[in-house]
C-alpha cells in the first residue's frame, strides 16, 4: 500500500465562500485498516445503474494511475487501481520533447510496441495481487525505466509501448475479477487516447466506450465524483467498503469544514 498524502486547505474555499465543505476523504479508510483508495466505486455505482446496462460492467479511470470498479447489480462492487495509467506516457513525453502528454496517441500511433519488454513490466507481483490494492503516481517510474530500458528506444516506439504497458495492465485484472465485464467504460484523461482505447479494447476483448458516449461528462466525472462524496459525508453514508478499499465493513469518512466563526447549527 502507498503512504497516503492528502494536499489542500479546505477551510479556505469555506470561509471564502460561507458555505459548509467536506474534504479529508481517505483518513478514516486508512486508519481503519484500508488502502485509502480508490474512493470514486460508490459513485460509479450510481452511475452505471442509471445506464441500465447488462452486467458485468467496469468503469476505467486512467489519470497518472488506472483504477477499475467492476459491477454486477446488486453484487458489492470490487475495485483497485491496476497499475499505471499516463503518468509514464506523459513523463516520458515530457522528457524527451517538453510536452506533457502524448495528443491523440500520436507518438505511440507511429512507433512498435515491444512486447518482450511489457511482458517483463508484467512480471511486476503487483499485478499477481487480487484487489483491494493501490498504487502511488510514481511505484512504477523506477522499475519500468530498469525494465524498459527507454533510453535506447526512439520517441515513437517508447510511445508505443508505454501505452500497451498501461492497456496490458489493465488486462491483467481480468483474472482477479468474478466474471469478464461486458462493457468497460473509460474516464479520465486516457479516454481521449484514442491509440490507448484501441489497445485497451483488443486486450480487453470486451466493447470500451468513452464516458462522454455514455452520457457522462469525461472531463467533469471526477469533480462530480467527489461532489456525491462530499453529499454522502454529510449524511453520514459509508464512502469505503471491503471489496474497494479493503477495509474490514463499509465506512463513513470525510471531514464536514464550516466557515470560521460558524456554530455547530450553521447550515
Known amino acids: ?49 442509471a445506464l441500465g446496462l447488462d452486467g458485468p460492467v467496469a468503469v476505467l479511470n486512467v489519470g497518472g494511475v488506472a483504477n477499475i470498479t467492476w459491477l454486477d447489480g446488486a453484487v458489492p462492487p470490487v475495485a483497485c487501481d491496476t497499475g499505471p495509467g499516463n503518468a509514464l506516457i506523459d513523463d516520458f513525453l515530457f522528457a524527451r520533447t517538453g510536452t506533457p ?27 499477481e495481487r487480487p484487489p483491494p490494492k493501490s498504487l502511488d503516481r510514481n511505484e512504477f517510474r523506477a522499475f519500468v525505466a530498469a525494465r524498459t530500458r527507454l533510453e535506447g528506444m526512439t520517441l515513437e516506439d517508447g510511445a508505443a509501448t508505454l501505452t500497451a ?35 485497451l479494447a483488443q486486450r480487453l476483448g470486451v466493447a470500451v466506450v468513452s464516458a462522454d458516449q455514455v452520457g457522462w461528462s469525461g472531463d467533469a466525472l471526477e469533480a462530480h465524483a467527489f461532489g456525491y462524496l462530499a453529499a454522502r459525508t454529510l449524511r453520514g453514508l459509508p464512502l469505503t467498503f471491503p471489496g ?22 450553521f447550515r
Open 244 to 265: 474497494t478499499t479493503g477495509v474490514a465493513a463499509p465506512l463513513a469518512g470525510g471531514v464536514i469544514v464550516r466557515p470560521a466563526g460558524a456554530g455547530p447549527g
Open 165 to 199: 504497458i498501461t492497456a496490458a495492465s489493465v488486462a491483467a485484472i481480468l483474472r482477479h475479477l468474478a466474471a469478464r465485464p461486458r462493457t468497460v467504460i473509460v474516464a479520465g484523461g486516457g479516454a481521449r487516447n484514442p491509440v490507448l482505447r484501441a489497445m
Open 1 to 49: 500500500m502507498s503512504s497516503p498524502v492528502q494536499i489542500g486547505a479546505a477551510d479556505r474555499p469555506a470561509d471564502a465562500l460561507g458555505v459548509r465543505g467536506a474534504a479529508d476523504f481517505r483518513a478514516a479508510d486508512v486508519a481503519a485498516g484500508g488502502e485509502g483508495a480508490p474512493l470514486v466505486p460508490v459513485f460509479h455505482q450510481a452511475l452505471v445503474r
Open 101 to 127: 502528454f502524448d495528443a491523440d496517441g500520436a507518438a505511440a500511433a507511429a512507433g512498435q510496441v515491444d512486447e518482450e519488454r511489457v511482458a517483463e513490466v508484467l512480471a511486476h507481483p503487483f499485478f
